[in-house]
């Protein structure tokens, strides 16, 4: 019995490593068809239809992507999303999956507070800018920035998405702690939050495994707007806090 167990988990092992070969090598197949494309979202002179053009395509390159690698992504609750209104939307984080999935689903134009490392990358770097507000978290005056440029965004009537953990979750709970600075955003602007529920990252790319993928149906569920008028930041960043933890934990694929 321990020997057949122990056969099933090195096949499983194996298997998973293949698999994200395979999902790295259609990831950059499917990224070079769709870059050119996605960069003719620079000529708009209408900064919010240019990023709704590049949302589109990200859109586009997923639905692609995502069942290909026997990935596929089920949307919920986008009805809480008002014609004519933006929101700053927070999103759970438990694998580097759920990057390339989230913001694609938003209704509408939107930017994602990401990690400026990664515009380092050679042409995905390009790709990335034009998606994100860059914030380097090691330096107080790009945070600094950054919040000012998250502000830029919102004025311009396009939604915002962010990670409230900051990094992945690496607990064996629903989720970490948050951080407040999407809550202040929140306040100050008087926008509300969509939080919204990934589930079926972790299961496909658990957080203590390197380079390591299994086909796993993903789920996706917007949640209805949570008003910043009237609260305290931190009130705020422990409404949506319980909100996401109560749904994380009694919600399905």
């Not at 914030?135 to 915002?160: C, P, T, W």
């Not at 305290?232 to 919600?251: G, H, N, R």
């Amino acid at each position: 019995m321990r020997t057949n167990q122990s056969n099933s988990n090195l096949f499983k092992e194996i298997f998973a490593r293949i698999w994200a070969v395979w999902a790295l090598v259609i990831f950059v197949i499917t990224f070079l068809i769709i870059l050119l494309p996605s960069m003719a979202s620079y000529l708009f002179k209408n900064y919010k239809k240019g990023q709704q053009y590049f949302i589109f395509l990200a859109k586009c390159w997923m639905n692609v992507w995502l069942p290909l690698i026997g990935c596929p992504l089920k949307v919920r609750g986008k009805e809480n999303f008002i014609e004519g209104e933006n929101y700053i939307v927070t999103f759970n984080h438990n694998a580097l999956l759920d990057v390339p999935l989230s913001a694609p689903y938003v209704p509408g134009a939107n930017k994602t507070i990401a990690k400026s490392s990664f515009a380092k990358i050679p042409l995905f770097g390009w790709y990335y800018t034009r998606g994100s507000v860059l914030v380097d978290r090691k330096s107080e005056k790009s945070r600094v920035e950054s919040f000012e440029k998250m502000k830029a965004v919102l004025q311009q009537n396009m939604h915002l998405c962010i990670y409230p953990e900051g990094t992945r979750n690496r607990t064996n709970q629903p989720l970490k702690d948050f951080y407040e600075g999407a809550f202040k955003l929140a306040v100050e602007t008087g926008k509300p939050i969509i939080p919204c529920i990934i589930k079926g990252t972790k299961e496909a790319m658990p957080i203590h495994k390197t380079f390591y993928l299994l086909p796993h149906p993903l789920s996706m569920k917007f949640l209805a707007p949570v008003s910043a008028q009237n609260i305290t930041a931190k009130e705020l960043k422990q409404k949506v806090f319980d909100l996401m933890w109560k749904e994380y934990a009694s919600e399905k694929l």
